[in-house]
């Protein structure tokens, strides 16, 4: 059973669906200038919604979301650090348009788009990005506070750390991704202190992509294996956020990796003093290890391919089926997932991003049958409602995509919306929006508050 006011929601990130990359004062983000992969589209038009966003928001509130989830683009806010009102109009627009249609904006300050002015004077690895992006904060705060109650921070630092060259085109040592990734944890703290100490009552957290880790067979090595990899992509981040701290597994493979940041004093006492309030994740799928001492580095993508020598390595799980772009699925390790999260930290969750990359077919009569994608959410709403059952407090459930968009790396034909946009990588078409048969599933489900799945 869902509570009545349960947050039947759907995700998006700016990058992916806004297009209008240099439009009204924007300047462009790191998602702009870098090279990607040869036969995908670039972010520059995306799904358009940035010129479609009341069209957008009108079938959001036929398809009677009660939550969307998006992100602010920093750069079309604050380009090279100046209030760009253009910019600001745009989301006091999307923000007034949900809330006359009772959809409650959560908002993610900050999805993969760092501004390419920062990105030019050393990004992340720059200390000075740690205030630049208090007063961008600051400022959405100011602006926006009293719209929006449910705030997240930064969007899969892990995986924005972990595969970054596949996400940003990130292309650097270990050393210095993890002194990114540590002014990054810095900043998120600073942040929610930031937000905690203004007037707002709202709560703010943290969105990483979560997920359980399990063994490829019942050996102690391969548990051990599950553990390190778990510390490491999971733990480090939330142990992070909601203790202030740095996991003492995680940290050993940093020591390993020669990647132990320099942590200032004056860090530990940011981030000791300024904890989050809830936990916003995503969950893709779970991940399956097993013990690796010698070989090398590898990066994977968010969900697959990770592996560190001396400490695990992460194979296919030969018992779960696959999407088609390679992704496996395992409902019941939502509820795996959610269980550990909540008995380490005992915070109420919010899923922010789950769904099926598929390709999708437009037929001749406008009619889309994404009976794959209807199965997929079906199946995990069903392990939701279980975990919620067992005790987890769970905030909402916002899947991705409320639109179809552009992948982080596999351009437009991985679709992940409810909603079709008519484009392909490389011809943009009329950019018309059509309804999936997810789309009619889904607000039925929201209708029935999950009783009819
Ligand atoms: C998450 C990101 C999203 C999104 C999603 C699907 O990692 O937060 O931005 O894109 O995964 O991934 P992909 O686009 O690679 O299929």
């Known amino acids: 059973m869902f509570e009545k006011d349960f947050l039947w929601g759907a995700s998006t990130s700016a990058y992916q669906v806004e297009g209008a990359w240099n439009v009204d004062g924007k300047e462009p983000s790191v998602q702009d200038i870098r090279q990607v992969p040869e036969n995908t589209s670039d972010f520059k038009v995306a799904a358009d919604h940035y010129h479609h966003v009341k069209e957008d928001v009108a079938l959001f509130s036929e398809l009677g979301l009660k939550a969307y989830r998006f992100s602010i683009s920093w750069s079309r806010v604050m380009p090279n650090g100046v209030i760009n009102p253009k910019g600001v109009d745009f989301y006091h627009t999307l923000i007034d348009e949900l809330l006359k249609n009772n959809i409650e904006p959560i908002v993610t300050v900050f999805h993969f788009d760092l501004p390419a002015s920062l990105y030019k004077q050393g990004g992340w690895g720059n200390r000075q990005t740690i205030q630049a992006f208090a007063d961008y904060c600051t400022f959405l705060f100011d602006t926006f506070g009293d719209k929006v109650h449910y705030w997240q921070t930064i969007n899969e630092q892990n995986m924005l750390t972990l595969a970054g060259k596949l996400i940003s085109g990130n292309k650097k040592t270990w050393k210095d991704i993890f002194q990114e990734n540590h002014h990054m944890l810095v900043a998120q703290s600073k942040?929610?202190?930031?937000?905690?100490?203004?007037?707002?009552?709202?709560?703010?957290?943290?969105?990483?992509?979560?997920?359980?880790?399990?063994?490829?067979?019942?050996?102690?090595?391969?548990?051990?294996?599950?553990?390190?990899?778990?510390?490491?992509?999971?733990?480090?981040?939330?142990?992070?956020?909601?203790?202030?701290?740095?996991?003492?597994?995680?940290?050993?493979?940093?020591?390993?990796?020669?990647?132990?940041?320099?942590?200032?004093?004056?860090?530990?006492?940011?981030?000791?003093?300024?904890?989050?309030?809830?936990?916003?994740?995503?969950?893709?799928?779970?991940?399956?290890?097993?013990?690796?001492?010698?070989?090398?580095?590898?990066?994977?993508?968010?969900?697959?391919?990770?592996?560190?020598?001396?400490?695990?390595?992460?194979?296919?799980n030969p018992n779960l089926p696959q999407t088609e772009f390679g992704w496996s699925i395992d409902p019941t390790g939502l509820r795996v997932t959610a269980h550990q999260i909540y008995s380490r930290y005992g915070l109420p969750?919010?899923?922010?991003?789950?769904?099926?990359?598929?390709?999708?077919?437009?037929?001749?009569?406008?009619?889309?049958?994404?009976?794959?994608?209807?199965?997929?959410?079906?199946?995990?709403?069903?392990?939701?409602?279980?975990?919620?059952?067992?005790?987890?407090?769970?905030?909402?459930?916002?899947?991705?995509?409320?639109?179809?968009?552009?992948?982080?790396?596999?351009?437009?034909?991985?679709?992940?919306?409810?909603?079709?946009?008519?484009?392909?990588?490389?011809?943009?078409?009329?950019?018309?929006?059509?309804?999936?048969?997810s789309f009619y599933w889904y607000q039925h489900l929201i209708e029935t508050n999950g009783r009819e799945k």
Request: glycine share 8%; hydrophobic share 35%; aromatic share 12%.
């Open 349 to 437: 969750l919010l899923i922010t991003e789950n769904g099926l990359g598929g390709r999708d077919k437009l037929e001749e009569d406008g009619t889309i049958h994404d009976n794959y994608r209807i199965d997929y959410l079906r199946q995990h709403i069903i392990e939701l409602e279980k975990t919620i059952e067992d005790g987890v407090p769970f905030i909402g459930y916002c899947p991705w995509s409320a639109i179809d968009l552009i992948s982080t790396h596999e351009g437009i034909r991985k679709r992940y919306g409810f909603i079709y946009v008519n484009r392909s990588d490389f011809d943009l078409k009329d950019l018309k929006r059509y309804r999936k048969d």
């Open 191 to 316: 942040v929610m202190g930031i937000y905690h100490n203004s007037d707002h009552s709202g709560k703010i957290g943290p969105a990483p992509n979560i997920c359980a880790v399990y063994p490829s067979s019942p050996s102690a090595e391969n548990q051990l294996a599950a553990d390190y990899m778990s510390a490491f992509r999971n733990w480090l981040y939330l142990d992070a956020a909601v203790f202030g701290r740095y996991n003492a597994q995680a940290l050993e493979i940093l020591r390993a990796l020669d990647a132990v940041p320099e942590i200032t004093l004056e860090d530990e006492r940011i981030m000791k003093q300024n904890t989050c309030d809830y936990i916003a994740f995503n969950y893709y799928n779970t991940a399956c290890v097993t013990s690796f001492d010698l070989g090398e580095i590898k990066e994977g993508d968010q969900q697959k391919g990770l592996a560190i020598p001396g400490f695990f390595k992460s194979i296919e």
